[in-house]
């Protein structure tokens, strides 16, 4: 796999950990994750992940993520995601901010998206580099009853921790479009740990999949949906596999597989803290030292 190539496939990996975030128990605190990307036998991307259920039906969310190694040194990227909003009684979850910043070779991209109590969208602020924020004019009708992609996944995430199946459907909006984002439930499983990866036990496997709906498409599938699309016509979706790091805790990502026209990538748990716990895979604990 070129180097250009990994660099895309595994930034375009990270929008499924975007897609597949941590649920929760009822009172659980901030939990801690390293997610490390492997292609091709290279060591390519690192993500720490970190959700915090706060008291007064408050959630909040933030993934920060880099290309390492030499990867790192020939495709410098790194960006973070975060989304804070509303817990209710009924069990919905709503965004009250949702934010992206990517920086790519020295140069910085922030999305900054509001939200209403209600569910209603009320705006969007982009900062390209070295250029003043602009609010963008947005149709109404393409951000109606949509969500943010890290929302949308503790929903399916709950619905996990009730059913122990990992599925569901959202509506989505990320700047320029709508889609749905579909998780279906392909079979119970039960995964071992190994030297990449801490979790052993059972867990439920499902793929991801984005539907376009509303808002600016291209004609030939960019980012995500190029990804996807590879994946479909090798006859393997975007998968992630969900477990409880024990009976009754919050609902997490173990493990994301896509397979793409350059080659396979994993996304392994290598990491995980909570305030009771820490565990770390051997393969993490090595390279450290």
Request: hydrophobic share 35%.
């Amino acid at each position: 796999m070129k180097p250009l190539h990994l660099a895309a496939c595994t930034i375009s990996l990270l929008g499924a950990l975007a897609i597949a975030s941590p649920s929760r128990a009822a009172d659980t605190s901030e939990q801690t994750l390293v997610y490390e990307v492997y292609a091709g036998g290279i060591h390519a991307v690192q993500a720490t992940l970190k959700i915090d259920i706060k008291p007064k039906n408050r959630y909040s969310i933030h993934l920060a993520a880099k290309t390492r190694g030499l990867l790192g040194k020939l495709a410098p990227w790194r960006g973070t995601f975060e989304s804070h909003g509303w817990r209710f009684n009924d069990g919905d979850m709503r965004p009250q901010q949702h934010k992206s910043v990517g920086l790519w070779r020295a140069e910085e991209e922030i999305k900054d998206y509001a939200y209403a109590k209600d569910g209603t969208f009320k705006q969007l602020v982009i900062k390209e580099h070295d250029k003043d924020p602009v609010t963008q004019d947005i149709e109404k009708e393409i951000t109606y009853g949509t969500t943010d992609a890290l929302t949308a996944t503790l929903l399916m995430l709950k619905n996990f921790n009730e059913t122990g199946k990992c599925e569901g459907t959202s509506l989505v909006f990320d700047g320029k479009r709508s889609f749905e984002q579909k998780f279906v439930h392909q079979e119970n499983v039960q995964l071992t740990a190994s030297k990449y990866n801490i979790y052993e036990g059972p867990a439920a496997k499902c793929t991801v999949e984005v539907v376009p709906k509303k808002g600016k498409w291209y004609d030939k599938p960019r980012g995500w949906m190029s990804i996807q699309e590879q994946g479909r016509k090798k006859g393997t979706m975007p998968t992630v596999w969900v477990a409880q790091m024990k009976k009754g805790a919050p609902a997490i990502p173990v493990k994301i597989f896509v397979k793409t026209d350059y080659g396979a990538m994993f996304m392994h748990l290598a990491e995980y803290q909570n305030e009771e716990t820490k565990l770390v895979a051997e393969k993490r604990i090595l390279e450290d030292e």
